[in-house]
């Protein structure tokens, strides 16, 4: 598992310094073309993406850590409206794992608000690391959006692309005991618009595969993962899997990762695009509102169903 090369995910270049980006050119058409195989065959793929300095992900990590570091009823101050939004841990079916959500987190005012709950007299450093690397992250999942667009020639619809706001979740899974593999984060497909991971130094992440494979991800240190989660499959008629994953631990060190989590703004209609229906793909799911799909799967109902089926039960035809 892993060490196959043949089981991993693509790995698409987003490369700054090369006119690749520029919509129009031969090196986009081929991008978005990978960009479309990746997500229909994967449902993620890594990104390598040159944009963001080695630097920036070793401040985020620094701050990330200061963060875990902080007494356990000082992080359980942060709470969300939606329970697993804001911290979780101490669950005893997944005991490694530990995490924290902040909402809207490229905008100054919801860190500062964040970091004066967690310091007394905030912290400013973690926001300046973060709002850096969020903002980045927030372009390339623009350009990545873009990309899905181009790729089915849905280019000039920009309407249609959900509006969001970044929730930034930050993740610690402690060591497991000596010598064993252990669940570290339940599987599951995520159920926003769009997702990017980041992890430092420990790998753990694992995806399935379409024949029901888990493949354990090796990415390079500076690279990404995208993943697309239940709302962007529903927009493009389930032409892209939403990709089932979770995280299993081994080895003597922590896991830190962290997402960037698009999450669709209140009220967001999320429907098939009529282009992407036809004959030999007839439509899968009716449109829903965001956050009635959002509580459904907090809901009891929800919750007795398995996490990739969630969406099919929600508003399968
Ligand atoms: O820690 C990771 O790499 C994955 C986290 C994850 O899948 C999630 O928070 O939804
Ligand atoms: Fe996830």
Same mark, same amino acid.
């Given at each position: ?20 980006? *520029? ?29 963001i300095p080695t630097q920036s992900r070793a401040e985020t990590f620094s701050a990330i850590r200061q963060l ?35 909402? *809207? ?6 860190l ?11 912290h400013d450093q973690f926001c300046q690391a973060v709002i850096s690397i969020l903002k980045s992250l ?32 930050v ?18 497909? *995520? ?7 980041c992890?430092d ?21 500076g ?30 060190? *922590?896991?830190y990762?962290f ?59």
């Amino acid at each position: 598992m892993g060490s196959d090369p043949e089981s991993q995910i693509p790995v698409i270049k987003f490369s700054t310094g090369s006119n690749d980006l *520029d919509r129009g050119t031969e090196g986009w058409h081929k991008l978005c073309k990978r960009v479309r195989e990746a997500c229909e065959n994967y449902g993620c793929f890594e990104v390598a993406y040159d944009k963001i300095p080695t630097q920036s992900r070793a401040e985020t990590f620094s701050a990330i850590r200061q963060l875990f570091d902080l007494p356990l009823y000082t992080k359980q101050k942060n709470v969300n409206l939606y329970p697993t939004l804001g911290y979780r841990g101490q669950i005893a079916a997944i005991p490694l794992y530990e995490s924290l959500g902040i909402e *809207d987190a490229s905008n100054f005012e919801s860190l500062k608000s964040f970091t004066g709950l967690m310091w007394p007299g905030g912290h400013d450093q973690f926001c300046q690391a973060v709002i850096s690397i969020l903002k980045s992250l927030e372009e390339l999942n623009h350009i990545i959006v873009r990309a899905i667009l181009d790729g089915y020639g849905l280019g000039e619809k920009t309407e249609s692309i959900i509006s969001c706001k970044t929730l930034l979740r930050v993740m610690r899974y402690r060591a497991p005991p000596a010598g064993e593999y252990m669940k570290g984060l339940q599987p599951h497909t *995520d159920k926003i618009w769009t997702t990017i991971l980041c992890e430092d130094e420990v790998s753990g992440l694992e995806v399935e595969t379409k024949d029901g494979k888990w493949v354990k991800l090796s990415p390079s240190p500076g690279s990404f993962i995208f993943m697309v989660p239940d709302c962007l499959m529903a927009w493009c008629n389930c032409r892209m899997r939403a990709v089932k994953h979770r995280v299993m631990m081994s080895g003597d060190k *922590d896991r830190y990762s962290f997402g960037a989590f698009a999450i669709p703004v209140d009220g967001s209609i999320i429907k098939a695009q009529k282009e992407l229906v036809d004959e030999e793909h007839p439509q899968l799911l009716k449109e829903f509102e965001f956050t009635d799909f959002f509580r459904f799967h907090l809901s009891e109902e929800g919750r007795a169903i398995d996490s990739d089926k969630q969406v099919f039960a929600f508003a399968g035809i």
